[in-house]
């Protein structure tokens, strides 16, 4: 079982940068894809990235190309999603979580177990 712990949010101005991570336990956590969601308040919550277990393939939602990257080290079992160009709707909850199958096979929410507790980004404009 993998146990996934976020850290990094906070708050920041609109244009600004944060750098959250995802640190994983279990000896697994190098064979799977990694997902980063985020949940505004009263929102469902949302796709946000996803990264192969090697770090080679990663997709991202369109509200967020260009402007986010996420990157992995299986070494330090982490995973990191870096937010750039923040704006003020990219306010949220972000949880990271596990991916266990094939990407192919899809990237919803339910594609995905193993949810952290999340951490808080506040994005003022």
């Known amino acids: 079982q993998v146990q996934l712990a976020e850290s990094g949010g906070g708050l920041v101005q609109a244009g600004g940068s944060l750098r959250l991570s995802c640190a994983a336990s279990g000896r697994t956590f190098s064979s799977y894809a990694m997902g980063w969601f985020r949940q505004a308040p009263g929102k469902e919550r949302e796709f946000v990235a996803v990264i192969s277990w090697t770090g080679a393939v990663t997709y991202y939602a369109d509200s967020v190309k260009g402007r986010f990257t996420a990157s992995r080290d299986n070494a330090k079992n982490t995973v990191y999603l870096q937010m750039n160009s923040l704006k003020p709707e990219d306010t949220g909850g972000y949880y990271c979580?596990?991916?266990?199958?094939?990407?192919?096979?899809?990237?919803?929410?339910?594609?995905?177990?193993?949810w952290g507790q999340g951490t808080e980004v506040t994005v003022s404009s």
């Open positions: 979580a596990v991916h266990r199958r094939s990407l192919s096979m899809g990237i919803t929410a339910p594609d995905f177990d193993s």
